[in-house]
């Protein structure tokens, strides 16, 4: 039973070209978005972004007595767990199914595997477009219920609009995440750690001109909420929303970048 | 047919697969039979893209895996059968990976049919016992209704009765025509249906041969029960017959037991009893493997 290669015609065999590979990136779509549909785990993870809106607006406003406060700012505080529930989700979708051993049919039923990270990239920004619309709505919501008065309107749709390039951006960035990781409580953690507890101490050790171009730094700024603890020196320096949006969508197609690279290079189980 | 060209996979400076070369059959089951850590699971992991060789390559009838143009109706494959997100219901975890290969949903409920899941279609992976999932795993494989079945360890789980139909369903694919590739260690059961066998060791291909050629590579050994053995021995000699004494019974090799038999009666030696042992396919494979078992029993 020697090796020998007998060309052939049948249709399945031929050999695939890039232009094939592209017209498979609908039926990936169709097939990410049955998972993300079908898994209850993604369903908490929206009812948390709703939650959390809802209660951390009507909180604000109810028990925050020494500020004049408003519903156009409130409405955005929960914005930033939006953009973790977010990441969560992209990070998800890559890691379960590293984890669950899924990947392998993934993989073998789209050899391709930049279509399956163009695709997953894709459902991510969709997830985390709805999660920020559907967070905003909530914080909204919560911000009337605790009859915050509405302000002035004007800038809202300026506002709302960058704030879901950052919770769309975030979704992406999990998927990148996730794919440089595999593994859920790793990629997770990972994620927590840096956002929340080492880019404030950088924040606070690093000069302001450095520290504007850190990850969540430039995301946060995308949300237009006033931090308190701004000194004058870091206001001086802020980056304009466009810039800090080039800045957090450079992270993340650098994550994405490195997590197909590592996508292509290691093996699947 | 698949056409598996020298390929070599390394783990570290640890061959895992060493310049394995073989081909596997159209219309024929054949099995992949070795030792723990012999290179069945990289090997196979290698022919669907999985892991990428170091060297080598395999082709579908002319064509590397990666670049099929609709590779899951070529090729269906089962390596692992918790591959599953435990969470989601059958139904849906063959929906996603049939509209991934442009499979048309119908075919979902067809699949879950032939494996006998069609009651269990909308419960939760979570909940299936191991055998279950073996079958749910199957009907993955069979989505894209694939000329080619590549199955590691498929009868892992099943009960008997899952067992003689897994058997059954892959030699009637063989006998469309279909090639199946089926990894076991179970050699007893592979024995009852495979054609041909690809046998490995170490990482490398020991044997590449039909089940018949290599259960021909057995000598049969004819035993006599004689209360005169050095008499039958020293006729056996004279015809360069190798004979030797074992347990108080003779055992004579490169000879039928009719010829043994034949030589006992024209001397008037008493025979007591005469039988003929030929060794079965698993104690032959063990032989070939146990050279190279990484995990021996002691």
């Not at chain 1, 999990?174 to 595999?182: F, Q, S, T």
């Not at chain 1, 308190?228 to 929303?241: E, I």
């Not at chain 2, 299936?128 to 894209?144: D, E, K, T």
Request: with cysteine; charged share 15%; hydrophobic share 45%.
């Amino acid at each position: 039973m020697n090796a020998m290669t007998i060309p052939t015609a049948h249709p399945h065999r031929k050999s695939r070209t890039r232009s094939q590979d592209t017209q498979g990136i609908p039926a990936a779509l169709r097939s990410e978005w049955i998972k993300i549909s079908t898994v209850r785990t993604y369903a908490v993870l929206l009812g948390l972004t709703v939650l959390s809106g809802l209660v951390t607006s009507w909180a604000t406003g109810t028990f925050v007595k020494d500020e004049v406060l408003l519903a156009k700012e409130v409405f955005l505080y929960s914005t930033v767990l939006t953009s973790i529930f977010a990441s969560i989700t992209g990070i998800l979708l890559f890691t379960s199914e590293a984890q669950h051993g899924t990947l392998a049919g993934v993989l073998t039923s789209q050899p391709a595997r930049w279509v399956i990270v163009v695709a997953k990239s894709c459902v991510a920004a969709a997830a985390g477009l709805g999660f920020g619309v559907l967070g905003m709505a909530a914080g909204f919501g919560g911000s009337l219920l605790a009859g915050l008065d509405v302000g002035d309107t004007s800038a809202l749709p300026r506002i709302i609009a960058w704030s879901l390039v950052f919770t769309t951006a975030s979704g992406v960035l999990g998927v990148g995440l996730g794919m440089i990781a595999r593994n859920s409580a790793t990629a997770i953690s990972g994620l927590l750690v840096w956002s929340l507890v080492v880019e404030n101490l950088l924040r606070e050790f690093l000069d302001a001109s450095v520290a504007r171009f850190l990850p969540f730094n430039a995301g946060n700024g995308l949300l237009s909420i006033p931090a308190t603890n701004d000194t004058a020196a870091r206001k001086a320096v802020q980056l304009s929303s466009i810039e800090n949006a080039f800045v957090f969508g450079g992270f993340t197609a650098v994550a994405v970048a490195i997590g197909t690279f590592l996508l292509y290079r290691r093996d699947t189980n | 047919m698949i056409s598996v060209s020298g390929i070599t996979k390394y783990y570290g400076t640890r061959v895992a697969v060493d310049d394995m070369t073989f081909d596997v059959a159209s219309g024929r089951v054949t099995g992949f039979v070795g030792p723990n850590g012999a290179g069945k699971s990289t090997t196979m992991r290698m022919m669907v893209g999985l892991a990428r060789p170091d060297a080598g390559e395999v082709r579908y009838d002319g064509v590397n895996y990666t670049d099929l143009l609709h590779p899951a109706r070529v090729v269906g494959s089962v390596l692992d059968a918790r591959c599953m997100h435990p969470g989601r219901k059958a139904r849906n975890h063959l929906r996603a990976l049939a509209a991934l290969s442009a499979v048309p949903v119908a075919r979902v409920d067809e699949v879950l049919t032939d494996v006998g899941l069609e009651t269990a279609a909308n419960q939760r992976a979570g909940g299936f016992s191991l055998g279950m999932r073996q079958r749910l795993a199957l009907a993955g494989a069979l989505l894209g209704d694939p000329e080619v079945l590549l199955l590691d360890e498929p009868s892992n789980g099943l009960d008997p009765d899952g067992i003689r139909w897994l058997r059954t369903y892959l030699t009637a694919f063989a006998a469309r025509g279909g090639t199946v590739f089926v990894s076991s260690h179970l050699i007893a059961e592979l024995a009852m249906f495979a054609d041909d066998l690809v046998v490995v060791g170490g990482g490398k291909l020991i044997a590449a041969e039909s089940v018949e050629a290599i259960i021909g590579r057995n000598e049969s050994i004819v035993v006599v029960d004689t209360p005169q053995p050095d008499q039958l021995r020293h006729l056996l000699a004279e015809r360069h017959i190798r004979s030797e004494q074992v347990h108080g019974q003779l055992q004579v090799h490169g000879a039928s037991l009719s010829e043994v038999s034949r030589l006992a009666f024209e001397h008037r030696i008493l025979v007591v009893e005469i039988t003929e042992a030929t060794k079965s396919l698993e104690e032959t494979l063990l032989e070939m493997t146990s050279s190279s078992a990484e995990f021996a029993s002691a």
